[in-house]
C-alpha cells in the first residue's frame, strides 16, 4: 500500500535521489549551460581575468573572420563524414550480421574479428593504418603500385586523406552496429521465417517483409549512434592526421581552439554550441523516420 | 563517442569555473604553503615541481641536475614531470599554471610575439597574458641572472624592462645537414650562393642521389628551410621591416619578395626533394638521411645529437641554406631560443624554485644541461666541447637572427594559408592545389586582409 513509508519518510526517496540530481546539475548539466553562456562572453581561461558579454561577436567571429571559408569546410566535412559513415557502416555491418546470423562454423571466431578494432582502441588503430597507409613502404601502396602501378600519400594528401579517415572510422566502428544487428536479428522468432516458408517467400522477401521491419529497433540504436559518433569524432583525425590536409571537421575544430588554440573561451563555446545545434537537428529528423518504421508482429 | 564530445564541453567549462575558484584562492593558497614550509623544514622534504616535455637527451641531464641539488638541500624533494611535446605540453603548462600547481615550467621559446603599436588587434601570446595577471614571477632581482649573457636576456627574457625568463640555449634552425662523405666522394663543397646550390643539387642528382630529405608529413618541417629564404630575402634582408611592412599595408605576402622566397622553396620540392617527402614523418627522418639515402636532410640543429645516435660512424656537417647570391649575407644561422625557464609566482614552494634555478645557473651545472641539449649557450664562457656547435654552428653565428616564426606577429582568425606564423608550402603542388607560387601568394595577401581587424 505504502511502499515508501508514511509521514516524513515518504520523502527519503526524493532525498535520495537528490544526490544524484545534485551531480547531474553540477557535472554534466551546468557546464553545458555554461557553455552556451560563455559562448556570449569573452572569458580567459586564465583564473582572475575578468568576463564580460561580446553578443554575438564569438558567432560573428565563427562566420564572417580571416579564416570562416575553413569553418564552413569543417562543417561540410563533418556533413560528409557523418552522410557516409552513416550508410555505409551500417550497410556493411547489417550485412556482416545477416551472415553471421545463420549458423556458420566459428561463428563466435568471427563476431570476435569483427569487433576487435572497437576493443584496440583509437590510438592503436590510428597506429596500424598509419603503418598500413605509411607512403613510403607501407602495405598498402605495394599493393596500389602492383595493381595499378600508381602510388599515394594517404594521410598526406589533400585530396584522399579525409576518405581515408573515413574508411578507418568506419573500419573501427562496424563491429559495433554488427553487435547491435545481431542482437536483434536473434531475437526475431524462428517461426514468422516458417511461415513465410510454407507462403512461398524467397531470400529476399523474407528478409525484406520479415527480418528488416522487426530489426528496425537495432536500425534506430545504430542510426543514432553512427550519426551523433560520427558528427562528434575528433580522435581518428587527431591520430591520423592532426587536421593537416583538409582534415578537420567541427568537433575537431572544437577540440583545437579550446586546448590548443588561444586562451579565449568564448570562440570554442560558440563553435560547440553550433555543433551541438547541428547534431541536434540531424538526430531529431532521423529518430522520427526510423520510428516509423518500428512495428511488432 | 557522444560522451567524449561531452567530456571535452564538460572538461572546458569546469576548466574554466576551476579557473575562476582558482583566482580568488590564489593569495590564501600561497600564505598556506608559506605556513607549511615552515612547519616542514624540520623534518619533512619541500616539493619543488618542475614541468618539461620530454626529450630524452635533455631529461637525461635534467635528472641529474636535479639528483645534485637535492644533495645539496636535502630539505627539498623534485618533482620533475614530462609531457608530450608541443600541444600536450602546452595544454599541461596551461592546466599547471592556472591551477598554481607547478613551480618552474618550460617554455618552448623565448618570450615573442608581444603586440606592437603596429599590430592593432593581434592576439597576445600566452606569456605575456600570464604576466599580466600576476602568475610569473618577476626575477630582475635574483643575483642569478647576471650570470646568463645580457644581450640574451634582454632578447628572450625580459618584458616591460622587467625579467621573468632565463633563456637556457639557442638552436639553428634554417641550416641543411650534409653527409660528408658523399660530398667528399663526389669532390663537392658546401655552397656559399644560391646558383652553388642548385648546381650542388643538380650534380648530386645527375649521380643518381637524392639530395634533399624533409619530413613532410609534419609539415612544419618544411618551415626551416624558408626561415632561410625569408631571413635572406624579405626586405632585402631585413625581415622585422618587412612584417611591420604587411601590417601597414607597405609590403605584402604576394610582393616580389615574398613570391622568390615561395618560387625557391617551390624549386626545392619540385626537383630536389627525395620522392614522396610528404608522406615522411619527423621520427623517421634523421634515419633516413643517417642511412645515405640523402645527401643532405633539412632539420634543426638540436637534431644532429638524434642523427649521431642513429648512426655513429656517420660524419657529417650542417650549413645554412644559401638563400640569395650575397655568399656574406647568407653565411649566417637563422634560429631561435629554446627551453626557456619561468618561475611561477604562485606555486607552491617559489622559494624553492629560485633556489633551483640558482642551482641551474651555476656554470658546471649549466654546462651539463647545455652539452646534453646540444644548444648553442646563452651563458659567456661556457665550454660544450662539441665538435659539432664548435666546427658547423659557431663559423655561422656571427649574424645570428630570429626565425620568422618567432619574429611574426599574426593577426587572429587569420586563414590557414598564413596560420601558425607558416609559408606552408605545402599548399603547392603536386601535394597541394596551388600550380604556382604566385597564386599561393596571392591567396596568403587575400587571407591577411580578409582578418584585418574591423
Known amino acids: ?297 | 563517442m557522444v560522451k567524449k564530445i561531452s567530456a571535452i564541453v564538460l572538461a572546458g567549462a569546469l576548466t574554466l569555473s576551476l579557473a575562476a575558484c582558482g583566482g580568488g584562492k590564489g593569495n590564501n593558497a600561497a600564505t598556506g604553503t608559506e605556513g607549511e614550509g615552515a612547519k616542514t623544514s624540520s623534518g619533512q622534504k619541500q616539493v619543488i615541481k618542475i614541468l618539461h616535455w620530454k626529450q630524452d637527451n635533455i631529461n637525461k641531464a635534467m635528472n641529474e641536475i636535479n639528483k645534485k641539488f637535492e644533495e645539496k638541500y636535502p630539505e627539498y624533494k623534485i618533482e620533475y614531470t614530462t609531457t608530450g611535446p608541443d600541444d600536450e605540453y602546452k595544454q599541461a603548462q596551461r592546466a599547471r599554471l592556472t591551477a598554481n600547481d607547478v613551480d618552474i615550467l618550460a617554455d618552448l621559446s623565448g618570450m615573442r610575439l608581444s603586440p606592437q603599436e603596429w599590430t592593432p588587434g593581434a592576439k597576445v601570446p600566452d606569456w605575456e597574458q600570464w604576466i599580466n595577471s600576476g602568475l610569473i614571477a618577476d626575477l630582475s632581482d635574483q643575483a642569478f641572472v647576471s650570470k646568463w649573457n645580457a644581450n640574451d636576456i634582454e632578447k628572450a627574457g625580459t618584458y616591460n624592462g622587467k625579467v621573468y625568463a632565463i633563456p637556457t640555449g639557442k638552436v639553428a634552425m634554417s641550416g641543411l645537414f650534409y653527409n660528408k662523405e658523399i660530398f667528399e666522394e663526389h669532390g663537392l663543397e658546401v655552397p656559399k650562393t644560391w646558383s652553388e646550390f642548385i648546381q650542388l643539387n643538380e650534380t648530386l642528382k645527375s649521380k643518381g642521389i637524392t639530395p634533399i630529405g624533409v619530413a613532410g608529413k609534419d609539415v612544419w618541417p618544411l618551415k626551416l628551410p624558408v626561415f632561410a629564404l625569408q631571413a635572406k630575402i624579405l626586405g632585402g634582408g631585413d625581415q622585422q621591416k618587412w612584417i611591420e611592412g604587411v601590417w601597414k599595408g607597405e609590403t605584402a605576402f604576394n610582393d616580389a619578395e615574398a613570391v622568390e622566397v615561395l618560387e625557391k622553396m617551390k624549386t626545392l620540392q619540385d626537383n630536389y626533394m627525395i620522392e614522396g617527402f610528404m608522406g615522411i614523418d619527423y621520427a623517421s627522418a634523421p634515419a633516413i638521411f643517417a642511412t645515405g639515402k640523402v645527401a643532405m636532410l633539412a632539420d634543426g640543429s638540436w637534431d644532429a645529437p638524434t642523427i649521431a645516435t642513429a648512426n655513429p660512424d656517420l660524419k657529417f656537417g650542417y650549413f645554412p641554406v644559401p638563400a640569395t647570391e650575397d655568399a656574406a649575407k647568407n653565411a649566417s644561422f637563422v634560429g631561435k631560443y629554446d627551453v626557456t625557464w619561468y618561475v611561477a609566482e604562485k606555486g607552491p614552494n617559489k622559494e624553492g624554485a629560485l633556489k633551483w634555478l640558482e642551482f641551474f645557473s651555476e656554470p658546471e651545472n649549466y654546462t651539463t644541461f647545455v652539452k646534453a641539449a646540444g644548444f648553442i649557450p646563452t651563458m659567456d664562457g661556457i665550454s660544450t666541447d662539441s665538435d659539432f656547435i664548435d666546427n658547423e654552428l659557431t663559423p655561422y653565428l656571427g649574424d645570428f637572427e630570429l626565425a620568422y616564426e618567432i619574429m611574426m606577429i599574426n593577426r587572429e582568425n587569420v586563414g590557414e594559408h598564413l596560420a601558425a606564423e607558416g609559408v606552408h608550402t605545402e599548399y603547392l603542388a603536386p601535394g597541394g592545389e596551388f600550380k604556382t607560387a604566385k597564386e599561393l601568394a596571392d591567396v596568403q595577401q587575400k587571407e591577411w586582409e580578409a582578418a584585418a581587424p574591423k
Open chain 1, 1 to 297: 500500500m505504502y511502499p515508501f513509508g508514511k509521514g516524513m519518510a515518504r520523502y527519503v526517496p526524493l532525498l535520495l535521489l537528490l544526490i544524484p540530481m545534485a551531480l547531474y546539475v553540477v557535472f554534466y548539466f551546468g557546464p553545458s549551460v555554461m557553455t552556451v553562456i560563455y559562448s556570449f562572453t569573452d572569458v580567459k581561461n586564465i583564473p582572475g581575468s575578468t568576463m564580460k558579454f561580446v553578443g554575438l561577436e564569438n558567432y560573428y567571429d565563427l562566420f564572417y573572420s580571416g579564416n570562416s571559408g575553413e569553418r564552413w569546410r569543417s562543417i561540410t566535412n563533418t556533413l560528409i563524414f557523418m552522410f557516409i559513415v552513416t550508410i555505409v557502416q551500417n550497410g556493411v555491418a547489417l550485412f556482416v550480421a545477416v551472415l553471421l546470423n545463420q549458423r556458420l562454423r566459428g561463428d563466435y571466431f568471427y563476431r570476435a574479428v569483427f569487433f576487435l578494432p572497437v576493443v584496440l582502441g583509437v590510438a592503436v588503430v590510428a597506429l596500424i593504418w598509419g603503418m598500413m597507409f605509411d607512403p613510403m613502404s607501407g602495405p598498402v601502396n605495394m599493393l596500389y603500385d602492383w595493381l595499378f602501378g600508381y602510388k599515394d600519400m594517404f594521410f598526406a594528401s589533400f585530396t584522399h586523406a579525409f576518405g581515408y579517415i573515413i574508411f578507418v572510422q568506419i573500419w573501427m566502428y562496424m563491429g559495433y552496429s554488427m553487435l547491435i544487428f545481431l542482437a536483434g536479428l536473434q531475437s526475431v522468432p524462428k517461426d514468422l521465417y516458417e511461415a513465410g516458408y510454407i507462403d512461398g517467400t524467397s531470400k529476399w522477401q523474407s528478409f525484406r517483409h520479415i527480418t528488416f521491419p522487426l530489426i528496425a529497433p537495432s536500425f534506430t540504436v545504430n542510426m543514432l549512434l553512427s550519426i551523433i559518433g560520427a558528427m562528434s569524432t575528433f580522435d581518428i583525425i587527431l591520430a591520423t592526421t592532426d587536421g593537416r590536409f583538409n582534415t578537420r571537421t567541427m568537433a575537431y575544430d572544437v577540440y583545437k581552439e579550446t586546448f590548443r588554440g588561444s586562451l579565449d573561451m568564448g570562440l570554442p563555446s560558440a563553435l560547440s554550441v553550433v555543433q551541438f545545434l547541428i547534431i541536434l537537428v540531424f538526430v531529431v529528423v532521423a529518430v522520427r523516420q526510423t520510428r516509423k518504421r518500428e512495428v511488432e508482429y
